[in-house]
Every structure is written in C-alpha cells, then in structure tokens.
C-alpha cells in the first residue's frame, strides 16, 4: 500500500512530537534534580522531597510529569510510593544532557565553580589512577553519600560514611592512608565538604570526580 506524502508528513511530525514529550518533561530544573536523585537510588515521594527541599506536593506533580513521559515507574510499599528511572538508559540521557550543556554553555563553569568553592583546592585522581593505588593498598575510597544510595549501588572497596555522620566518625578511617572521596558525580559537594574536614584532621585527600553512573559509563563495575 503505498502511502500519500501527506499521510508521511503527518507520521513524521508524530515522531518528533513523541521525542518532545521526553524533552518537554525533562524541561524544568526541579524534575531535573529529581531524575539526578534518582540515578543514585530508588526513593519514596517525601524522602526525594526532603532530599530536593520541596514540599512533597509539589514534588508529587513532578513526578506524575516525569512519570507521563515514561521516564520513571512507581510502585506501592505499604502507605509509601517509591519511584526509580524507568531504565539505564534514562541515567544516560541525564549524563548527556549535562555534558553536551557543559561543553556548549560556559555559564556552566561559571555555576559550577559557584557551588563547588573547592572545585580546584584539592587533588583530583583518575579512575585508573585509583585501581592502580587500591590494588597497592595505598588508599581508602570514601562514598560520602547517603546510606540508601550506597546500598543501590557504589564503587568496589568503598567504604561508606554520610557526610552528615563523618565528622563522628573520623576514628573508622586509617590515620596513615590517603582518602579518596566521591559522591553522585562532578556536580555534588558532599566529596568536597569531606575532604575539607579531613585536610583539616590532617589527612592526605583526594576526590573522584566520577560518580555511580559516570564509573559505570567509563566501563568499569560496581
């Protein structure tokens, strides 16, 4: 049967305006945010609004949004809603987009060295200079995030300690190994505030700019 070129114009335009709906739900900062939560960790509607510091209506909305555009599935516990990215593949579109906004927008760099004051005070260290350097037993790999996103999934051999318990906690690390900090990737502070308080009880420190998802991208495992 052979089709009309009208009838393909439509079909075309069809096809673009269901690429949209992906684009048109991920257009607001706060879904944004919530999509970034969640490639850490599967979480329920009030511990993302905590998280995200929303009222838990409001970030109900955005998740019904996110959930319309098939980006992410719920599923009941109890009294409690929990939602997760609807696929790997979401995660990946979210790395994307921010780098493709890094390399074209240089009000990036400009936010990013906003938020992250320490950006350059502290040693950075490669993902292969890292192996190399646990294999030697020469550091210890700190994930500073919260516990629920460890438990999802974190890098071999570390060692979780949230940021908001390693201040009580300082006497669990070495006092003779470098630490290396992480956190959910180059756009988070929790790795920087670390290292500032271990510097400060004066351990050698270094970060990993790489999150869960960026490790995982790179081609290593969890």
Sequence with gaps: MTISTNDK???KEQLYSLFSQIANAMANPHRLELMDLLAQAPRTVEALANEAQMSVANTSQHLQR???????????EGVYI?????????????LNLREVAAGQLAEVEQALNAYRSQLHEFEQISADVLLTRLRQNEVVLLDVRPTVEYEAG???EAVSIPIDEL????????PDKTIVAYCRGPYCVYADEAME???????????LEEGVWE????????
């Design 66 to 76: 996110l959930k319309q555009a098939r980006l992410v599935l719920d599923e009941r």
């Design 215 to 222: 490790w995982q991208q790179a081609g290593y495992a969890l």
């Design 154 to 156: 974190h890098l071999p």
């Design 82 to 94: 929990r939602y997760r990215l609807a696929a790997p593949s979401v995660a990946g579109l979210w």
């Design 167 to 174: 201040e009580h906690r300082l006497a669990e690390l070495p």
């Design 197 to 207: 308080l271990l510097a400060a009880q004066g351990w050698p420190v270094a970060r």
């Design 9 to 11: 114009r439509w079909h």
